[in-house]
């Protein structure tokens, strides 16, 4: 599965203590990140995260265009909702198309380890199937 991390500046701690304790369940699937979160991360962990630029850089719109190709299986967007951010649009559309899309989003840590806990279970593989019959994909 393909699985985004995103975390504002003052949750990116939070965002790695996480990703460390749910190390075992990401290993094997396909990371991906805006830059320092994912830097971050690979810092602490083992494993490898496909990092794309900084979030108020254009990192947002880059996991939201794999998003709108229906490419992402599950993000993982820890948000600061006391700090305005400059690139408030970006993150407004990035979360308006997870909800078109139908991919499982957490904005908190409480949120994310319930998907956590699913994506161990194989409660999401109904995401392979959606993979499956994407526009373009020969069956």
């Given at each position: 599965m393909n699985i985004a991390f995103i975390a504002h500046d003052r949750k990116k701690d939070e965002m790695v203590n996480f990703v460390i304790a749910y190390e075992n369940v990401f290993t094997?699937?396909?990371?991906?990140?805006?830059?320092?979160?994912g830097t971050r991360i690979m810092e602490q962990t083992d494993l490898q995260i496909h990092r794309f630029m900084s979030?108020?850089?254009?990192?947002?719109?880059q996991i939201g265009a794999m998003v709108a190709k229906n490419e992402m299986d599950l993000i993982i967007f820890l948000r600061d909702p006391l700090m305005a951010q400059p690139h408030e649009p970006d993150i407004s559309a990035l979360l308006r198309l997870c909800d078109v899309?139908?991919?499982p989003l957490a904005t908190n840590v409480a949120t994310a380890e319930i998907l956590v806990l699913a994506l161990d279970r194989g409660d999401l593989g109904w995401r392979e199937l959606v993979d499956k019959y994407k526009p373009g994909v020969e069956l």
């Open positions: 094997g699937h396909d990371l991906y990140s805006t830059g320092t979160t979030g108020p850089l254009g990192g947002d719109q899309q139908g991919i």
